[in-house]
């Protein structure tokens, strides 16, 4: 089955700065790549995702960029803000089923 | 998006005992999943639920401990059988369009099981 793996599992940076999170996958036939934030005692949410016919995506401060040769992906944030503070996590789907990342703490310092 | 709703949103059980969750979705969607998110972890898929057969277990989930009905487009349940402190989890349904599109997967609130 498919396995994927998220780093790192914490990550803080100042206000304003950029974050980057990064998910490997092993199975080739996985071609949907979302991603979540999750805060405390809230349900995932979808920030953003990225299909597998396209390298990279842009939405305001979130682009996530798409390598399936090496078979990675990555989060850019930029810009952050305190209420980017959160859980990320990463999935990788294939027909509809999604396997995820251990998730990210992202804790940005005002 | 669809709107889901879940419930019960929490609950204490004793040692023993089932429980079981219900996910409603205002609309008609082709696929309906289960996952159990453990304290500060991720999220692990427990089934996906067919409309009208069987629920599809994924390895370490089986049928017998976590039943799973979908009787229509809208609705799911998961009853979390003989449950054990073990299980106290957070349980949460997703659902999504699926198909060829690869539409993203939209959650629930989740249930927040204790179990003593």
């Known amino acids: 089955g498919e396995n994927v793996e998220q780093h790192p599992s914490t990550l803080s940076v100042q206000e304003g700065d950029s974050a980057v999170i990064k998910c490997t996958y092993s199975?080739?036939?996985?071609?949907?790549f979302p991603w979540y934030k999750q805060e405390l005692g809230k349900r995932p949410q979808l920030i953003i995702d990225i299909r597998s016919n396209v390298g990279e995506k842009k939405d305001q401060r979130i682009a996530v960029t798409l390598n399936k040769t090496a078979k990675h992906f990555s989060l850019h944030i930029t810009e952050t803000q305190p209420e980017d503070s959160a859980v990320y996590f990463c999935?990788?789907?294939?027909?509809?089923?999604?396997?995820f990342g251990d998730g990210t703490t992202l804790t940005v310092k005002p | 998006s669809a709107v889901i709703s879940q419930k019960p949103s929490r609950d204490i059980c004793q040692r023993g005992t089932s429980l079981t969750i219900q996910c409603q979705v205002d609309?008609?969607?082709?696929?309906m999943f289960w996952y159990r998110q453990q304290p500060g972890q991720s999220l692990t898929l427990i089934a996906t639920?067919?409309?009208?057969?069987?629920?599809?277990?994924e390895s370490g989930f089986v049928i017998d401990k976590f039943p799973i009905s979908r009787p229509n487009l809208t609705f799911s349940t998961l009853t979390v059988s003989n449950m054990s402190p073990e299980d106290s989890s957070i349980y949460l349904c997703?659902?999504?369009?699926?198909?060829?599109?690869?539409?993203?997967?939209?959650f629930g609130d989740g249930t927040r099981l204790s179990i003593l």
């Open positions: 609309s008609q969607v082709t696929m």
């Open positions: 639920a067919n409309q009208g057969s069987e629920a599809t277990y």
């Open positions: 999935a990788a789907d294939e027909a509809g089923k999604s396997t």
């Open positions: 199975d080739s036939a996985s071609n949907y």
């Open positions: 997703s659902v999504a369009a699926g198909g060829a599109a690869k539409q993203p997967q939209h």
